[in-house]
């Protein structure tokens, strides 16, 4: 297993493969219809917000939601939920510092937030779906985004000294959810004593969940995920920002060759002619962090680093022999990795 350290002191990236972002002038439909969208506020001001279905950061493709607001020239807003609870019988995933400090490093300012209904799951016993934000709280925490003067960082830190409350509101939110739909949530005693504990200040929140995602990323490296076709060895990556904050990563292949370190991430579709376009641009937003790359090292050697995004697919074709909707998606992305200095390889092919 190779690890590898490096820095990253700023983010300098032009993406291509962005969505349109449709406009509503109603957050709550912003919010029911759209994972990114524009949103129109009070006297002719907009915003560009991305929509977390879950803190947790492998589900739902957050990152592609991300990805697809770094094209505006709008401020950018990720409305993440602190808390989420599918009863006893789905997940429980709540707010890590490191997600938090990721956005920051984008210059996303993030909106907490908390889950204010549900419907019962019939497919399960203690289930709830289609969660929906308390809009309400959302809609105030916005405004004062518009008029926030200072960067997403010191905004991002005013987000986790909100965590105490938000998390009893998200907390008494379900207790509502439970009664209504008659689903069993998870414990709340185990949550609240991880609060307890997380919460006394920054600091510890800081540690506790660095702790976590260290030993997710530790995990992840030993784990193949059916969307992914690698050949060579995962790898972890941790990377450190000016200000001390450090991110943990997972690198799907990492490949040495003389001083260069190729930091590859992968990307597979098992029937498709590509992969996803959700899956290209969740890994286009790890080549943001990869080409603003400095000082990377391993063992405290430092490399050059060349960052790859990878693309596979079960049907092995190559870049000539795809549909024209595949072949117009690869010609994007293409051109984005030369505009932004990144590689690409599809099913073998390595184009510089």
Not at 34 to 57: E, H, M, Q, T
Not at 123 to 151: A, H, M, P
């Amino acid at each position: 297993m190779i690890e590898v350290h490096a820095r990253i002191n700023g983010i300098k990236y032009r993406p291509l493969l962005c969505s349109k972002l449709y406009q509503y002038n109603d957050l709550n439909e912003g919010l029911n219809k759209s994972g990114a969208f524009i949103l129109n506020l009070n006297n002719d001001a907009k915003i560009a917000i991305s929509r977390w279905v879950s803190p947790k950061r492998t589900r739902s493709y957050p990152y592609a939601r991300v990805y697809d607001t770094l094209g505006s020239q709008l401020k950018k807003v990720a409305v993440i939920p602190v808390l989420k609870d599918e009863g006893l019988d789905g997940d429980r995933d709540y707010i890590q510092w490191d997600t938090v400090s990721l956005m920051s490093l984008l210059n996303v300012y993030v909106i907490l937030g908390y889950y204010s209904a549900a419907k019962k799951n019939f497919g399960y016993n203690n289930k709830i779906t289609n969660q929906k934000f308390d809009t309400n709280y959302i809609f105030k925490e916005l405004d004062e985004v518009l008029n926030f003067r200072s960067d997403a960082l010191h905004w991002n830190l005013c987000q986790i000294d909100k965590i105490p409350l938000l998390a009893k509101m998200a907390i008494e939110s379900y207790r509502k959810i439970s009664r209504v739909t008659n689903v069993k949530m998870h414990s709340e005693e185990i949550f609240l004593n991880n609060l307890e504990k997380i919460l006394q200040d920054k600091n510890l929140f800081k540690e506790f969940s660095r702790n976590k995602a260290i030993r997710a990323q530790y995990r992840e490296v030993y784990t193949r995920q059916p969307k992914e076709k690698i050949q060579g060895n995962k790898g972890i990556i941790t990377i450190e920002n000016f200000l001390g904050g450090k991110y943990y990563f997972t690198c799907d292949e990492i490949q040495l060759s003389g001083n260069n370190i190729y930091l590859i991430e992968a990307k597979h579709s098992k029937g498709g002619l590509i992969p996803s376009i959700n899956d290209i641009k969740d890994g286009l937003l790890k080549m943001v962090l990869y080409v603003n790359l400095e000082k990377v090292e391993i063992k405290g050697n430092e490399l050059k680093v060349v960052p790859v995004l990878k693309l596979t697919s079960g049907i092995n074709k190559s870049l000539d022999n795809i549909g024209e909707k595949e072949k117009r998606i690869l010609k994007q992305v293409l051109e984005e990795a030369k505009l932004n200095k990144f590689k690409i390889i599809f099913n073998q092919e390595f184009f510089e």
